[in-house]
C-alpha cells in the first residue's frame, strides 16, 4: 500500500519516504528511484500478483492493465514509455521502451493462460 498508485502503478519509494518525489524530473535524477513509476515493473508485479492470488489482486492487475492501455493510447503510436510520474499517469523518459511494451505483452499471456 505504500507503493501503490490509484493510477494503476507502483511508486519505486515509499510515498511517505521524505526522498519521494511525485512528479518527473526529467533530465535530473531526483524522481528517478524515488518515485517515478516504470511499466515493466508494474507489468512484473501484475503477472506476480496474477500467479500467487488472481482473485484477490483483480483489482490491482485490472489498474494495472488499464493503465497500459492509456499510455499506448496517449504516447508513441504501438509502443509503451518508460516511466510515468507517481503524481498522474502520464507517458514520460524514454517515449518507446521495449522492455516496458515486451512485459505487457508477457501480462496479457498470462492472463490468457
Request: glycine share 6%.
Amino acid at each position: 500500500s505504500k507503493l501503490w498508485l490509484e493510477w494503476g502503478g507502483l511508486s519505486t519509494i515509499d510515498k511517505n519516504n521524505e526522498l519521494f518525489c511525485e512528479t518527473y524530473s526529467g533530465e535530473t535524477p531526483i524522481s528517478y528511484h524515488r518515485g517515478d513509476s516504470w511499466f515493466w515493473l508494474n507489468n512484473l508485479a501484475a503477472i506476480v500478483m496474477n500467479r500467487n492470488d488472481p482473485k484477490r489482486f483483480k483489482r490491482f492487475i485490472d489498474k494495472i492493465i488499464d493503465a497500459n492501455e492509456y499510455v499506448l493510447q496517449k504516447g508513441v503510436s504501438g509502443a509503451h514509455s518508460e516511466l510515468s510520474s507517481a503524481k498522474e499517469l502520464k507517458p514520460e523518459g524514454s517515449i518507446s521502451q521495449a522492455w516496458s511494451s515486451a512485459t505487457f505483452i508477457e501480462l496479457i499471456n498470462e492472463l490468457n493462460k
